[in-house]
């Protein structure tokens, strides 16, 4: 299982951003995957999780409406865009295989990626 995200940067708040995860070793269809952040001092935070096929869809509600993930399964990739970013954006983002809709459970994640949201 490899996981290896892309995408992270320095934005200023209210900017856009679009991280992006390729996963290999694994039918990225077959299995839930989805996102979760770690700002410094702070506890992991699940951000969203697509079910297996992409069937349903679940986001933290402190990024509902700003921030959309979206999957290729024929690409093996998954994809988070956000929005309306804000300084308490900031952390690191990784991609995680087998996540479910409580967002606290996650299986195997990649390094992550950084987002620093400031002006």
């Known amino acids: 299982v490899q996981l290896v995200e892309s995408g992270g940067g320095l934005v200023q708040p209210g900017g856009s951003l679009r991280l992006s995860c390729k996963a290999s070793?694994?039918?990225?269809?077959?299995?839930?995957i989805g996102w979760f952040r770690q700002a410094p001092g702070k506890e992991r935070e699940g951000v969203a999780c697509?079910?297996?096929?992409?069937?349903?869809?679940y986001y933290a509600d402190s990024v509902k409406g700003r921030f959309t993930m979206s999957r290729d399964n024929v690409r093996g990739t998954v994809y988070l865009q956000m929005s309306a970013l804000k300084a308490e954006d900031t952390a690191v983002y990784h991609c995680a295989k087998e996540c479910y809709s409580d967002l606290l459970s996650w299986g195997s994640w990649g390094q992550g990626t950084l987002v620093t949201v400031s002006s």
């Open positions: 697509s079910s297996n096929r992409g069937g349903n869809t």
């Open positions: 070793g694994f039918p990225l269809e077959h299995f839930g």
